[in-house]
């Protein structure tokens, strides 16, 4: 009886020390990312492959980038062609070098710029920008047919979108002044506020922190209804402001910009309300602090 226990044990350790060889991952399956409000999906085969010619085959305009937020109302952008970079840093004009192998570019040291007196932020921009360029060695266009361009420690990220997909509103901060005629409630709070970059709308609704995506076509704006916002508690008449200003942005239909002013068209109770707001200037050099598009604390879906 002995013998036979000890020769089970010896087969049973001797299957648990089988290799079991590893389960292969398909990379090219779609893996689900949490992204919270926003939840999607990454596939290898949604980015288009880093090529020579999707670097070339536009003029591209700086947005919504971890490493520069662009001076409200200016357009700093870039062209690849033929081994050449050009562009504009939104104020001085720019050119220089560059070679690409696969996703790898390397833009030369050498970058040659006209000289026009930049003032204060504007002259912080394009100092930051031009010292950036030749850091940035990987590219990709992203699913969104935006430009990511990245050092090697992805450390430092510019983010650019095809210059035909500029429309006034890109790279805009506007502070509200009207809604539905009424003047906004500003007592001890942040006046509400909106911000235009890439794809992404941001603001404050005068007490909490907002974010979504937006689309344009003409003069036709839509914004995702799914905003996320955060959770500060604000007293009633504000809360009520903040609750009514989002509700009017996620039924916008038209804009139009004059000048220093922007009007929203929205729908309410099947009747035409308008948001009206001033370009902000002065909110603008603050922009880190007031315009955050990631709010840091804790947030939740507006409805």
Known sequence: ??????????????VLMVEIPPRLI??????????????????????????????????????????????????????????????????????????????????????????????????????TLLQLLPQLSQFR???????????????????FIPEAQVTPLHNSQWRLVKMAGNVPLTESHTTPMVQFMGNRIAGTGGCNRFTGRFTVEGDRLQV???????MMACPDPQMQQEQAFTQALAAATIFTIQGNQLTINYTQAGKTQQLQFEADRETNQRTDKVMDPVPSAPTRALW
């Open 26 to 127: 398909n990379t090219n399956q779609a893996l689900p990312v949490d992204k919270g409000l926003f939840s999607a999906s990454v596939n290898a085969a949604e980015v288009m492959a880093a090529t020579p010619d999707n670097l070339e085959a536009t003029a591209w305009v700086l947005t919504e980038s971890d490493s520069i937020k662009p001076v409200n109302g200016t357009i700093a952008k870039i062209r690849f062609q033929g081994g050449r970079v050009s562009g504009s840093t939104g104020c001085n004009n720019f050119n220089g070098s560059y070679t690409v192998t696969g996703n790898r570019l390397t833009i030369a040291e050498a970058i040659a710029t006209t000289r026009k007196a930049c003032p204060g932020e504007l002259a912080t921009q394009e100092q």
């Open 141 to 159: 266009v992203n699913d969104q047919g935006y430009l990511e361009m990245s050092d090697g420690d992805k450390t430092a990220t510019l983010v």
């Open 1 to 14: 009886m002995l013998n036979r226990f000890t020769c089970f044990v010896s087969i049973v350790f001797a």
């Open 224 to 230: 995702d209804e799914r905003l996320a916002s955060t």
